[in-house]
């Protein structure tokens, strides 16, 4: 791997970190609020695959769990990143 792809890796990995430091800790609250509302994750969907598009039209709600939308994205970030360099979880041999 090249200092390139670590610097990339690391800073995906630190942005990943840092969101869900946000959605899960500071903002814990509203997280948990959100977790439970059907508006926030429609129903057959889950958090990582809510099937809302982040630019497209959201309610007001939905709008406001901004740190979600950050999460997602670096999440993405993080597993393109992964997946690029052939370390993505899904393509690693099992202990």
């Known amino acids: 791997m090249s200092d390139r792809d670590l610097q990339i890796l690391a800073r995906d990995a630190a942005q990943f970190v840092d969101s869900f430091r946000h959605v899960f800790d500071f903002d814990w609250h509203y997280t948990k609020r959100c977790l439970c509302d059907d508006i926030m994750i429609?129903?057959?969907?889950?958090?990582?695959?809510?099937?809302?598009?982040?630019?497209?039209?959201?309610?007001?709600?939905?709008?406001?769990?901004?740190?979600?939308?950050?999460?997602?994205?670096?999440?993405?970030?993080?597993?393109?990143?992964?997946?690029?360099?052939?370390?993505?979880?899904?393509?690693?041999?099992?202990?």
């Open 42 to 95: 429609p129903e057959n969907r889950t958090f990582l695959q809510p099937g809302l598009d982040n630019l497209g039209e959201l309610n007001a709600e939905q709008a406001n769990w901004t740190a979600r939308a950050g999460l997602l994205d670096a999440y993405r970030d993080l597993s393109e990143t992964l997946t690029r360099l052939g370390v993505h979880p899904d393509q690693l041999d099992p202990p």
